[in-house]
């Protein structure tokens, strides 16, 4: 029985994320801007603590600690040699922090000084994404398109933002007009197959994934893109097979081990078999590897659940509600776990959160029931 357009959904946005194999947003893979030598000579003209608190911003948004970058990037801003540093990576910051509208007044002002390049409309598409303009975000996605045709990875970050703000009709388009111009980019083709599969054209989403899997044999991506067909087709043994056999290639590859943990827990396992012991691992593996990735934490708080582990299991589902606030998922088994646990006002409450996610889906996904939106790992900041 082929799987439904909701079940598809799920498993594809499992591994979305792991095209740019980062378990943060897209606007956080945006390189930040450093200060080139002439300027921090010119610098010492400057007041000396705000280049140094650009500095030390900059090197925190480097480490993706964009929370502690913004007051050194605040306290920077207006006092610098290099203005645009200094603007251009606290709207980074913002974006990756979900302060949109924050982030889209300082790079408006970038465009409008004539100081625009194909980074700034990049992620000034992404932040316009984020606060749901979509208009506006087509008109600066164009102008980066104008800029700089070529640069695989502003497709890849307004896509990813398309799909963490659930824009998947816009993101699809992203995705083409990548392709367009980089035909036999894996990436975007592996990129494109997951919005088609969001956007129920399942046949189209396994021609991409074909593509992308011949166009990086060998590869993680190209494993990725077998898992993920076999996923699609509910063929959990396909998923297993293509996860093991990246996984001999690259052992610490966690989204692979994510994939391989999640296809053995959909094949059924129990906590009696060895592959239940298999999948433990693995999601041990990747969460060790990135434990800011909250699906790794999400389904080892499942795995725990199912061996009777309840304090285990709410570690790890607490961290994912950290980490994927918006998760629907994460509060249904948290609620699960409290319960076995006897604390009743806590899944009360997760229930209560819940609920509240699945009033807010319910307009976005017309037909999907709120129990089939359990892998979404939206702005998992987001992933």
Do not use: W
Request: aromatic share 6%; charged share 20%; proline share 5%.
């Amino acid at each position: 029985m082929p799987p439904r357009s909701t079940d598809i959904r799920v498993i594809y946005a499992l591994i979305f994320s792991a095209l740019l194999f980062l378990p943060i947003s897209s606007a956080q893979t945006q390189s930040p801007v450093r200060i080139p030598t002439t300027e921090a000579q010119a610098a010492q003209l400057h007041d000396a603590g705000a280049e140094a608190e650009l500095r030390e911003g900059i090197r925190l948004t480097r480490q993706g600690r964009f929370h502690d970058a913004i007051p050194h990037l605040l306290a920077a801003q207006g006092h610098v040699s290099n203005g645009f540093a200094a603007d251009f990576n606290l709207a980074l910051c913002y974006v990756a922090t979900g302060q949109n509208q924050a982030a889209i007044a300082i790079l408006q002002s970038l465009v409008n000084s004539g100081r625009a390049t194909a980074a700034v409309d990049n992620l000034l598409t992404q932040a316009l994404i984020g606060a749901s303009r979509i208009e506006e975000a087509t008109t600066a996605f164009e102008h980066a398109v104008a800029l700089d045709p070529k640069n695989e990875k502003l497709y890849l970050l307004v896509a990813d933002s398309c799909m963490d703000h659930g824009s998947y009709d816009f993101g699809l388009k992203v995705a083409s007009t990548g392709l367009q111009h980089l035909p036999k980019s894996a990436r975007l083709h592996y990129e494109r197959s997951i919005l088609l599969s969001f956007l129920d054209q399942p046949d189209a989403a396994r021609k991409d994934l074909q593509a992308a899997s011949e166009l990086a044999p060998g590869t993680a991506l190209s494993f990725l893109a077998q898992a993920q067909e076999g996923l699609l087709n509910a063929d959990m043994a396909q998923a297993v097979s293509a996860a093991r056999e990246g996984l001999q290639r690259e052992p610490g590859n966690y989204i692979l081990l994510t994939i391989l943990a999640q296809a053995l827990m959909r094949q059924g396992v129990t906590p009696a078999q060895p592959e239940f012991a298999e999948a433990r691992t693995a999601l041990e593996k990747s969460i060790a590897e990135r434990p800011e990735y909250s699906v790794s934490q999400l389904a080892l708080g499942q795995l725990e659940l199912m061996a009777g582990r309840i304090d285990e299991a709410v570690k790890h589902l607490s961290k994912a509600r950290q980490l994927a606030p918006d998760n629907p998922a994460v509060y249904s088994h948290l609620a699960a776990a409290y319960r076995r646990r006897g604390d009743l006002e806590q899944a009360e409450k997760a229930l209560a959160v819940l609920a509240g996610l699945n009033h807010q889906q319910a307009a976005k996904y017309k037909v999907d029931p709120p129990d089939h939106k359990g892998s979404y790992i939206g702005s998992s900041s987001k992933q």
